[in-house]
């Protein structure tokens, strides 16, 4: 049975960390550092986004360890600072999760300590990218020996920047769209950024599908194949793999045909209202959809895989 606050506080840890890469490396090439400062005041708000996943994801870091530290010291009167600390120094996991508190802190304060804004962003996003490849090492991706350990390990990393990158342009991307109702001026920042995801959103998709095969190879394997329609692990991807289905084919829909027509619509000041309504509501439905995929793999990460 899943100890379901781990499998919270795995999701608490997984949505917000992914933001805190994906969003602010989406103003660097999604908008341009430069024209996050002209949005509108509203839209502002968007640097705060990334302030708000850092704190999110460093209570979810904090609230992990804590249920790990509960769950292996689990006689009453064992759970002590102590044994946290022994948790946090003296596991893999542990210190692969204080580095990540300690990471997140620092991304949390650099819009304070680091200027300009677009030194802030890089500086946000790299911090960013080590927080969201550190899972890797409180997972499943640190299973395997030798090579095949290094492939595994280093196709998860892989996976879980390309779902950081896709996770954190959806919540900009939805700002934006918002905006762009309230505010005329944000159409243009609206579609710069849209034209400018589905320039890499093949690239992500491609690296998301081939590493999670990568993944799914060393978690299920060739010889445990039936175990995706017999096991609670394999159905649960089997979830997974439908949920992606879905937000490819909304992705699809953005990219092929509403985008060129809100370029269509703002290059002859024609009606833009319907083209920007349809993106906003598939880019929610997106969004929504990645994080119920979150969740799933929130627990599935729990689970003992069938390999
Ligand atoms: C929107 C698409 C996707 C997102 C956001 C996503 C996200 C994630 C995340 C965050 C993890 C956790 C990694 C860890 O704990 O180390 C993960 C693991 C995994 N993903 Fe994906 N993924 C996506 C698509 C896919 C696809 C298309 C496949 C299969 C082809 C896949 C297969 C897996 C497997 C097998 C795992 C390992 C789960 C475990 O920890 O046991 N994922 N994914």
Redesign the pocket.
């Known amino acids: 049975m899943a100890d379901w606050g781990i499998v919270a506080a795995?999701f608490l840890q997984?949505g917000p960390a992914?933001v805190l890469f994906g969003t602010p490396l989406f103003f660097l090439y999604g908008i341009g550092p430069g024209a996050v400062s002209q949005l509108p005041r509203s839209s502002r708000g968007l640097k705060h986004v990334v302030i708000a996943a850092g704190a999110l994801s460093f209570g979810g870091a904090i609230w992990w360890v804590l249920a790990e530290t509960a769950m292996i010291f689990s006689d009453p009167g064992q759970f002590t600072p102590d044994a946290i600390w022994t948790v946090l120094t003296g596991t893999g996991f542990g210190r692969a999760a204080f580095l990540r508190i300690i990471l997140i802190a620092v991304a949390i304060t650099a819009p304070w300590i680091i200027q300009p804004y677009r030194r802030t962003l890089i500086v946000q996003a790299a911090i960013g990218a080590a927080v969201v490849a550190s899972?890797?090492w409180?997972?499943?991706?640190i299973k395997d020996e030798g090579a095949a350990g290094y492939i595994h390990l280093v196709g998860?990393i892989v996976?879980?920047l390309a779902?950081a990158i896709?996770?954190g342009a959806l919540l900009a991307l939805a700002a934006l769209l918002f905006e762009s109702i309230r505010h005329r001026t944000g159409a243009q920042a609206a579609l710069r950024g849209l034209e400018a995801f589905s320039s890499i959103g093949v690239a992500v998709v491609a690296l998301?599908?081939l590493s999670?095969?990568v993944?799914?190879w060393f978690?299920?394997g060739p010889a445990h194949i039936t175990a995706l329609l017999t096991s609670p692990?394999g159905l649960l991807?089997d979830v997974?793999?439908v949920?992606?289905a879905a937000?490819l084919a909304l992705a699809a829909e953005n990219r092929y045909r509403f985008t060129p027509q809100l370029g269509a619509a703002l290059a002859q000041s024609g009606t833009r209202e319907k083209s920007l309504n349809v993106l906003r509501r598939n880019i929610v439905l997106e969004t929504t959809l990645?994080l119920v995929?979150?969740a799933v793999?929130s627990l599935?990460?729990t689970?003992e895989?069938p390999a």
């Open positions: 795995r997984f992914l899972f890797a409180t997972g499943h991706g998860d996976h879980l779902a896709w996770v998301l599908l999670g095969i993944n799914s978690l299920i692990y991807l997974k793999l949920l992606f937000m990645a995929v979150l793999v599935m990460g689970l895989p």
